[in-house]
């Protein structure tokens, strides 16, 4: 990745939509040969190059997954008063996520209701009205039109607001859906709800927030994040930090976290904290898991000690780490005193965006009660590993010589996670 996290064309290295283009083969134009290579796909094993590469593989992946699902747009924070916005790219489209003056959060297409032009120009920012820059069409901040100059007496302002998404807003954090009819949200709700809910997710800041912008396919991404065959050999700070990383490698320290994990989940019984979690489903899209970090370390730091206050209802650490996953790929790491979440967005077939956000309480004072680089360390530290592997990964299955690998038993979720999404693209 070059040091502005942009995909640059030097030393060999060109646009990923100039590499999409000459590692895809040639089609007639008949989608029916993406049904074709998804029935000839082998079963535990990663996929055809095209699934990485081709550009209308990309467009179906939009079609049929990012504007269907709900996905990850942003924090509440982002948009604590009334005109407060930021802008959600998905899919080739492009949502203002604005807070209205009854303080109701809505999800608006940024595109004017009379020649289509883009309404909000900058990323994120504070309005009044939202107003058109080439007729000067204005809209409320519930996206109903407030006037549009020198139209016709019968003009029906009512039938002109702004096309909406469907928006729900869950422990603070804001989900997105351009799907017709969304897939119920609820059961998210039901099942994850009691484990956010002691950390008060809505009574949080963001300490920090980065964007990087990777010569990655979204699922080589994905697939990334969903197995940790690689964390051992990749990741030598989250081995530090996690114990798990080394006891995929050695049957001891595999039985001293077993035991450790014993007691760690009767000590947070006993202080009254939740432990276990929420298995994925068949045809399920998210899960959890609360898990003990390492003996010795309250929280993910380098140090082990903590590095801000304690969130929401907790009075004290109990060592332990929630992980949050869903599909496409949305991942949230919460520990007593911060939180990391971490989504991923298609931007082209070789380009994908990701964003990590960390949090800590919203009275948290910087400089006297946190310290961003002890906050972002680990997730900082390991994403950016990752990143590499990722563009990496993407630059050999470029290559006419990839043909899908079989996956190792410690990639059973990436598998899994590749059996969904075909069944998602059929």
Known sequence: MSPDNQTTVENGVVEPEIQAARVSE?????????????????????????????????ERDLERIYRRRWLFAGHISRISKAGDFFIFN??????????DEDGSVHALLNVCRHRGSRICQEPEGQVKKLVCPYHAWVYNLDGSLNAARLMPADFDRSQHGLRRAHVRVFEGLIFVSLAEVPERFEPLTQDIGPFLKPYRLDATKICCRK??????????????????????????????????VAAFDSTRKAAEREKYFAEWVEYSKSIGHMTGGVPMDPGGWYRCDRIPIRPGFVTQSQDGRPVAPVLGNLTTHDGGVLGVMMYPLIWFAITSDHAMLMRCTPVAPIRTEVEITWLVHQDAVEGVDYDVDRVTWLW??????DWWLCENNQAGINSRFYKPGSYAPLEVS????VDWYLKEIV
């Open 211 to 244: 964007t990087y912008d990777l010569a990655a396919n979204w699922k080589v991404v994905s697939e990334n994040s969903w197995e940790c065959y690689h964390c051992g050999p990749a990741h030598p700070e989250l081995a530090t930090v996690m114990s798990y």
């Open 26 to 58: 040639s089609r007639s134009g008949d989608r029916g040969w993406i049904d074709d290579l998804i029935g000839s796909h082998q079963a535990g094993c990663t996929l055809d190059r095209d699934f990485y590469t081709h550009p209308e593989i990309f």
């Open 90 to 99: 998905v899919g080739g489209e492009s949502i203002i996520v604005i807070r």
């Open 380 to 385: 900082k530290m390991t994403g950016e590993e």
């Open 414 to 417: 990436a598998q899994e996670f």
